[in-house]
């Protein structure tokens, strides 16, 4: 079975170990095909959206998962990897103009900066949100951390993105029940510690080519896991004409007609899937006429 642009989750059978895997080909082909951008910040966009996608199978929630990096001092101004519990993946990177920075690693291109971990959840369910600083030598890093820090869950999370493929692998230990002895306890944990060594030796290249039962195999060898059919993922932008509109009422009527004696027409561009929506005059009245305002809604 081809493993691409599916999610799978295994466990190890003698130990509270869990694992989810992801490999995006033709999710990544779309997301990245309308952006522009320097190589170094794509693969971190590839990588981003692979870990959107362990994410949202890792957390329970129904709606829209985003990780956004911002704050920094690099090359990158920001970055957005949204993930939805229907398998749907987005994403865009923003290049900041002004950087003078240069360099290919994860410091220059964030050059600090925090990680946002977001959840709406939509019907009247409060959003929630996590933050930790960008850290270490790559976004797993600080993806680990966030779950260190928000879940209280040891994990090991390794990334890798090509012009081809972009994909993850994510290991948590959970916790034990409370009944586990001392040396049983010990036990989970050096299985948690082998396992996460033999992580650590995985190359970038053979995640981005192995299939999910293929790797675990060479990785973890004859220890018994239990890997699941898990499901597809696709890329999908969930803009909308009437999104826009909702935007463009918030703006207002003042800021809407200066635009358009300025320009004649209002284009708003979705910032995920490069699509443009454009209003005349005629289109731009329509949304001022007493009775349509809705309340403000942001374009995504
Ligand atoms: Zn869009």
Known sequence: MNDDDRLRRFLFEDAPV???WVRLSKTWEEAREHLTLPGPVMSLLGESLAAAGLFAASLKFTGTITLQLTGGTGRVNMLVAQ???AGSLRGFAQVDAASTATGVRFQDL???????VSVEQGDGVEPWQGVVPLVGNALSASLESYFAVSEQLPTAIVLAADAGRAAGLMLQKLPAPGSLGESEAAGVQDVW???TALLATLQPEELLAWNADELLRKLFGSRDLRLFDGESVHFACRCSRERVSAMLQGIGKAEIDSILEEQGAVTVTCEFCQKPYRFD???AAQLF???T???PLQLN
């Open 18 to 20: 869990r694992g989810h």
């Open 83 to 85: 993930a939805t519990d």
């Open 110 to 116: 964030t050059g600090g900066g925090r990680l946002v």
């Open 193 to 195: 510690e082998e396992a």
């Open 281 to 283: 005059a005629v289109d």
């Open 289 to 291: 006429i007493a009775g």
């Open 293 to 295: 305002a809705t309340a």
